[in-house]
């Protein structure tokens, strides 16, 4: 869960990208850093660190193209080695236009393995939303972060997560949205552990608590992995997703996508691929999935300018829809 937003949400790929909604911030989820997956394996000869909950199906999700519609821009510029600034500026017949203001505080400490590691995120749109994060690496094994999220005057997230990593297993524990007055809360638990160098097993517990409902939900997830393709399984009451990637060579990876809501009766299974073409300096992303939608988005980089275009398309044979966008990366 990269948000308690989640939790209301419907799978993965049924309703996207054919949505009215507007196009999710592009850090909603945890950052590449934090949930980094572990090296194939320890030069100690032990078991590795299996990674984040949060990343069990980033390498399955990372080969399909991103929703793009209308015409975006989005302007980056780096002001100091600790001060990063970007603009985005989206305008959409289908869903709401707006002017996105994002702002990053990086730090750099022992415990980082990435350098340009944020510590402090923050963005706010032309409707006056608010997001803002705050990562900090507490020790060399523990990690905190918070989330704060408005929609225009009101909270609409507020959560609290700890992480520990220790040689062979990871465990986190996330507080959301605690309201001492509505006696409501969120309580998620996450825990992974490396049983052999491929194999990851563990699970995630749910908890609601309100005046007028109280439930929890149990989810279970194990991942096997080899050095060229990973399978992925999360199964419980809510529902399965199930993820397989592969990597063919150094241009060509796909990936499968099986997902089923007990809560929507549906299910959704989606093929996606991509394409690396550096001799000409383009990625192109592919998909495909059984409610008849079709889409593909192409990443040229524009050297030696220091921008990139990006241009996609998506068509819903079933509904008779088409979305097309145009798209600027500059810096």
């Not at 990269?2 to 009215?20: D, E, I, R, Y």
């Amino acid at each position: 869960m990269g948000s308690v937003l989640a939790l209301s949400s419907t799978s993965g790929h049924q309703n996207w990208p054919f949505s009215t909604e507007p196009t999710p911030s592009r850090w909603d989820a945890h950052p590449a850093h934090w949930d980094s997956p572990p090296r194939w394996e320890r030069r100690d000869g032990r078991l590795p660190n299996p990674g984040s909950f949060h990343s069990l199906h980033r390498s399955c999700k990372d080969v399909f193209p991103q929703q793009i519609e209308g015409v975006k821009m989005i302007v980056n510029k780096t002001l100091s080695s600790f001060f990063k600034v970007s603009h985005a500026l989206h305008l959409s017949a289908v869903s709401p236009s707006y002017y996105r203001f994002h702002v990053e505080h990086l730090q750099s400490d022992d415990y980082s393995k990435d350098k340009d590691a944020p510590a402090l995120i923050g963005e706010m749109d032309s409707s006056g939303s608010l997001n803002a994060h705050a990562l900090l690496h507490l020790t060399e094994r523990v990690r905190a972060r918070t989330v704060f999220q408005t929609q225009q005057s009101q909270f609409v997230t507020w959560q609290f997560e700890t992480e520990y990593r220790g040689n062979d297993f990871t465990a986190a524990v996330t507080v959301a949205n605690p309201d001492v007055l509505k006696e409501s809360v969120i309580l998620v638990a996450h825990f992974l552990q490396s049983v052999t160098s491929g194999l990851v097993l563990g699970g995630e517990l749910v908890y609601h608590r309100g005046r007028a409902e109280e439930g929890g939900i149990l989810t279970l997830a194990g991942q096997y992995s080899r050095p060229n393709w990973v399978a992925t399984l999360n199964a419980g009451k809510g529902g399965a997703h199930a993820s397989y990637y592969h990597r063919a060579n150094k241009q060509i990876q796909v990936g499968v996508e099986f997902e089923a809501s007990t809560r929507t009766q549906e299910t959704t299974t989606s093929f996606g691929y991509q394409m690396e073409l550096p001799e000409a300096n383009m990625v192109f992303r592919g998909m495909i999935n059984s409610r008849c939608i079709i889409g593909g988005v192409l990443e040229k980089r524009l050297t030696p300018l220091p921008a990139t275009l990006i241009m996609g398309a998506f068509v819903n044979h079933r509904g008779d829809k088409l979305q097309v966008g145009l798209g600027v990366n500059i810096g």
